[in-house]
């Protein structure tokens, strides 16, 4: 027999079905482009929303193997650390970028050439490009909802681990880290699992640019972007849930 999901863990079930809702609408609307266009131009969207997923099935992850086995006659009574949760919270660190990094889609929108022709009053050339921004819109604010979301949940399991002043210390570095794995990954097209599939060359990648001024610069101005919009996720929620 299934053992009963703890209950602080199933207050997560409804913010994850309406993420799911808000990620199939996403689908929809790439669907909706390539029966319209026959161009699958922004297919790579899915590939990277389904990445930006992945930090946040991994903290709900943490959070239940940190629940499983503590006492739970109050909703705040403190968790237990447990073997894993370390390296759990390394590869959720190391996959979180993809989700921010859905924000740089939209330089795909800029000079693109050999719009695909449309056989309709309404479908110009014009309005494609209308659609096309709401569609990466869309799929930026999603994907980057959903990493800050698991940022709020893996911050309130280190709290809850009576380490308040470490859970803000973890914020501020998932937020630098989070900028430079933007950088890596859109300039020098690195990806999250390369550290397992080509570790010294992508430490040797990784380490070079910390000299690099403009990747020091660009990293810096998004992990700022990050933080700031996490502020407000993270002061909502509280306020929200106290309120």
């Known amino acids: 027999m299934m053992k009963e999901i703890p209950a602080r863990v199933r207050t997560y079930l409804p913010l994850t079905r309406a993420l799911l809702i808000s990620s199939a609408g996403c689908l929809l609307m790439v669907v ?14 899915l590939w990277n929303l389904f990445l930006a997923w992945i930090p946040y099935l991994l903290c709900l992850l943490i959070r239940r193997i940190a629940i499983t086995g503590a006492p739970v006659a109050t909703a705040a009574a403190p968790l237990r650390f447990r073997p894993g949760l370390a ?6 660190l190391l996959f979180y970028p993809n989700a921010p990094y859905i924000l740089t889609d939209f330089i795909h929108l800029s000079g693109m050439p050999g719009r695909t022709p449309l056989n309709h009053p309404l479908l110009t050339e014009n309005a494609l490009l209308w659609y096309d921004i709401i569609l990466n819109a869309a799929f930026a604010f ?32 998932a937020s630098g880290l989070g900028g430079y794995g933007i950088y890596l990954g859109r300039f020098e097209r690195l990806n999250s699992w390369d550290i397992l599939r080509f570790p010294l060359f992508t430490l040797r990648i ?23 919009t996490y502020l407000l996720v993270y002061f909502f929620y509280e306020t929200a849930r106290k309120a």
């Open 87 to 92: 390296a759990l919270g390394l590869l959720w």
């Open 206 to 228: 990784g380490l070079l640019n910390l000299f690099n001024l403009k990747a020091v610069l660009f990293s810096l101005c998004f992990a700022f972007f990050i933080f700031l």
């Open 142 to 173: 999603i994907g980057h909802f959903i990493g800050l979301i698991s940022l709020v949940i893996l911050q309130r399991t280190i709290r809850d681990l009576n380490r308040r002043g470490l859970s803000w210390l973890m914020v501020v570095i």
């Open 32 to 45: 909706l482009r390539i029966l319209l266009t026959g161009s699958l131009r922004f297919g790579f969207l």
